[in-house]
């Protein structure tokens, strides 16, 4: 019996880009002798439908077609099934992909590695939040300056593209004020003090390659937590470069600790995970263990 994959993507977004990328791989999946079906829902929410009949009905594999976007959209189906996740990376950030080392830029050899099958058995994040809610997340949980941003950019209407979060990240630098955070471990530790950010890392990098928690494992049940203390933002504006090389943690304000739980609060302040915005702090947040099969080169 031949496999089957799907084909998970959004036409619409990235001006097309992930629709080309998702016939070049088709094409090389059914030169591997494997099904491929295709599906684009209509809106997010008809997208997640799609997928969660998908995996119910049965699959070999769910490809997201996209970014990070698109992979977190995928993970709400896909926790917990036993049918693996494949990744096609067509986004800006494709921080997913890059951890697991999926090729970037290239369908033919994304398509070659869904082909071998080849699955490793990693963690996911699961956000509760205070509406009832409950998500799923691969990477990184953000709260603090750099949801501030992106809230500020959502709300935008001109530029287009990355200009519009740049402008809003000088417009949030001119605002830049300590923010009173509480964090509560799972040992019980209570951290409460100001803080610039804090990011909860199920694996290294968010924002198109900032290894904000660079010490991170996805299968070692536990999250990295980084705790960026409150600066003047002329030394934020330095400190922010080090954070693509990881070495910001061996500043002096930056603060490190492992934990398979906990609850951030800190008024006023949104957390976004996986790119993709979540609630309104505050949240509980948890691993989940060995939740996710993801198709990686073997």
């Known amino acids: 019996m031949n496999r089957q994959v799907v084909l998970l993507s959004n036409p619409a977004a990235g001006g097309g880009h992930a629709e080309r990328a998702a016939a ?21 929410a008809d997208a997640l439908r799609l997928a969660r009949e998908t995996v119910a009905r049965g699959v070999d594999a769910l490809v ?28 800006t950030g494709n921080d997913q992909a890059r951890e697991y080392g999926v090729p970037i830029g290239d369908p033919e050899s994304a398509a070659d590695v869904i082909a071998a099958g080849h699955v490793a058995t990693v963690d996911l994040g699961r956000i509760d939040a205070e509406d ?39 417009a949030e630098l ?3 004020r300590p923010l009173p955070f509480r964090i509560t471990l799972d040992d019980g530790t209570v951290i409460e ?25 996805h299968t070692d049940g536990l999250f990295d937590v980084t705790m960026v203390g409150a600066m003047p933002r002329l030394k934020l504006v330095r400190f922010f ?44 947040v948890s691993i989940a263990p060995r939740a996710l099969g993801v198709i990686v080169p073997a």
């Open 24 to 44: 070049r791989a088709a094409a090389r999946l059914r030169e591997h002798g494997i099904e491929v079906l295709n599906i684009a829902g209509a809106s997010p």
């Open 64 to 91: 997201a077609v996209g970014g990070d976007g698109m992979i977190h959209l995928a993970l709400q189906a896909l926790a917990g099934s036993g049918v693996p996740l494949g990744m096609l990376p067509a986004g």
């Open 132 to 170: 009832g809610t409950s998500r799923y997340f691969g990477s990184v949980l953000a709260a603090g300056f750099d949801s501030l941003v992106t809230d500020r950019a959502n709300r935008m209407a001109w530029p287009r593209g990355r200009s519009r979060y740049n402008l809003a990240m000088v």
């Open 174 to 176: 001119a605002n830049l």
């Open 193 to 217: 003090r100001p803080l610039t950010l804090a990011a909860v890392g199920n694996t290294r990098s968010y924002g198109g390659g900032m290894l904000i928690c660079p010490g991170a494992d």
């Open 241 to 284: 470069p080090t954070v693509f090389k990881g070495t910001h943690v061996e500043h002096g304000e930056v603060h490190t600790v492992r934990s398979a739980t906990l609850r951030i609060e800190c008024p006023g302040i949104s957390a976004y995970a996986d790119g993709e915005f979540i609630a309104r702090l505050p949240v509980e």
